[in-house]
């Protein structure tokens, strides 16, 4: 069973940085490309980045470009989104997402929130 488990999200203050972690289990992490996608409040889903199997390829949401960083660690299953310089409006839910098989799964979301 595909399991996608989110953690790290919090309060920051505008300016500040948090890391989000997604760890996945009930698959070949290491063989599928992982994104981040968000919500945020009163909004749809906004794609916010993708990285490929072996992490030699990285694209971003131009609303996010140059202060998120989208990261793997294979040998532990574990997807990572370092951001930095965070602005009101990256307050949403966080998920991480694999589509595999025509099948997109998700986890529960990790809620974060920019505010002073």
């Known amino acids: 069973e595909v399991q996608l488990v989110e953690s790290g999200g919090g309060l920051v203050q505008p300016g500040g940085s948090l890391r989000l972690s997604c760890a996945a289990s009930?698959?070949?992490?290491?063989?599928?490309?992982m994104s981040w996608v968000r919500q945020a409040p009163g909004k749809g889903l906004e794609w916010v980045s993708t990285?490929?199997?072996?992490?030699?390829?990285?694209t971003y949401a131009d609303s996010v470009k140059g202060r998120f960083t989208i990261s793997r660690d294979n040998a532990k299953n574990t997807l990572y989104l370092q951001m930095h310089s965070l602005k009101p409006e990256d307050t949403a839910v966080y998920y991480c997402?694999?589509?595999?098989?025509?099948?997109?799964?998700w986890g529960q979301g990790t809620q974060v929130i920019v505010s002073s």
């Open positions: 997402n694999l589509l595999r098989g025509g099948v997109v799964y």
């Open positions: 009930g698959f070949t992490f290491g063989a599928y490309d």
């Open positions: 990285i490929n199997t072996g992490a030699g390829s990285r």
